[in-house]
């Protein structure tokens, strides 16, 4: 690897040291499905997106609560000694992309055969602390 790109990878991995993130690859939900949950909880505090997840009766809360639990594990591990509650965590962006589709076929009337599209996605969850948010509203 040349030294232009060593440079300029490892100014990306001091900036990622900072944020804590969690990704779910393939998940097998809609994304359309998906989306609505993830819309209800962007911007949300972390202890306050948990309930709302808990107690949502989607299918795609009980993924995506279990991904924001990954994300705050992997943001204690970079934070050692630091509680969650005095940070302010919030979900600072969640992003919900398509992923590949499986494609079956069902039969239809009169010999003919209608595809199916079932539908993945990849779910990216960024968290940021009380700090980010005033640098945030400031702007």
Known sequence: MGSRKRISNEKIQEANKS?????????PTSPRKMRLV???IRGVEVQKAL?????SKQHASD???????????NWQVKNEGADVEEA???VK???VDSARQLKRIR??????????????NHVTIVLGTKEDK???DNK
């Open 19 to 27: 944020i804590a993130f969690a990704k779910l690859n393939n998940c």
């Open 134 to 136: 005033v640098k945030v």
């Open 88 to 90: 302010g965590l919030f």
């Open 93 to 95: 962006t969640i992003n």
């Open 63 to 73: 993924r995506l609560e279990k991904l924001l639990l990954s994300a705050i594990a």
């Open 107 to 120: 039969t239809a009337p009169q010999g003919r055969a209608h595809r199916i599209r079932k539908r993945s």
């Open 38 to 40: 993830a819309d209800i």
């Open 51 to 55: 309930g709302i997840l808990k107690y």
